[in-house]
């Protein structure tokens, strides 16, 4: 039973252009939204959360947006750039757990 | 800046074999997890910890243990290797405030043979 989803497992886009991440979850206790990014041999980095209580956050090129409705959130990078190409994972952090439950990511690749 | 670190980066070992996972920390904080990963699939969280002598099992059923003897140190070990247990292995540390970030090691990729 997988709480957090992304079900695009890839996304190609044009540099310059946006690039929109997508994610859906189904418990809705959670609490705070985060999204990873990760480059090969390396270990995820932190991008930009969301608290369950907002519908948007901005940081600098990212924009993160809850839907609590629809259980949705999405990632937006505006504009993308080359190094922005890496797997970028969703997680949520369950109330009160102190842990994280990841999406499965999806490989972004921008394209000059 | 977040310094986490693990140890080694890469392992190729033979079935049977006994492996510890090396991973430390130097932010001082109290809860430190260990993950599992597949390629194209999610982190799936194995072991973690709130603290010194505390550890917990995790989401995902694993043959590993882990030991917190130390605030810095959360090592994990197989007592005995099998290919299954080919993966990538994270280490993630976090100071439990919000919005919750956990820091990541560069990860062990292990290959079991």
């Known amino acids: 039973d997988q709480q957090v989803k992304q079900n695009s497992p890839s996304l190609s886009v044009q540099e310059g252009r946006i690039s929109i991440l997508n994610c859906d979850y189904t418990?809705?206790?959670?609490?705070?939204f985060l999204w990873y990014k990760k480059y090969p041999a390396e270990g995820p980095t932190f991008l930009i959360s969301i608290s369950s209580i907002k519908d948007k956050n901005e940081d600098g090129r990212f924009t993160v947006f809850l839907n609590k409705s629809a259980k949705h959130l999405s990632l937006h990078i505006v504009p993308s750039q080359p190094g922005d190409s890496a797997v970028y994972f969703c997680?949520?952090?369950?109330?009160?757990?102190?842990?994280?439950?990841f999406g499965q990511g999806t490989r972004l690749t921008i394209n000059p | 800046e977040a310094d986490i670190y693990q140890t080694p980066r890469y392992l190729v070992i033979g079935t049977g074999k006994k492996i510890t996972l090396e991973c430390s920390q130097t932010m001082g904080h109290d809860k430190m997890y260990w993950y599992q990963q597949d390629p194209g699939m999610e982190l799936h969280l194995i072991h973690y910890?709130?603290?010194?002598?505390?550890?917990e099992k995790g989401d995902l059923s694993s043959e590993s243990t882990v030991s917190r003897i130390r605030t810095e140190h959360f090592p994990l070990t197989l007592e005995s290797a099998r290919p299954s247990h080919t993966s990538q292995y994270l280490c993630?540390?976090?100071?439990?405030?919000?919005?919750?970030?956990?820091?990541f090691g560069p990860g062990t990729r292990l290959t079991v043979t």
């Open positions: 418990n809705s206790m959670f609490d705070y």
């Open positions: 997680a949520a952090q369950l109330q009160g757990a102190q842990k994280l439950v």
């Open positions: 910890s709130y603290g010194v002598n505390s550890t």
């Open positions: 993630a540390s976090s100071d439990g405030m919000v919005p919750y970030e956990q820091y």
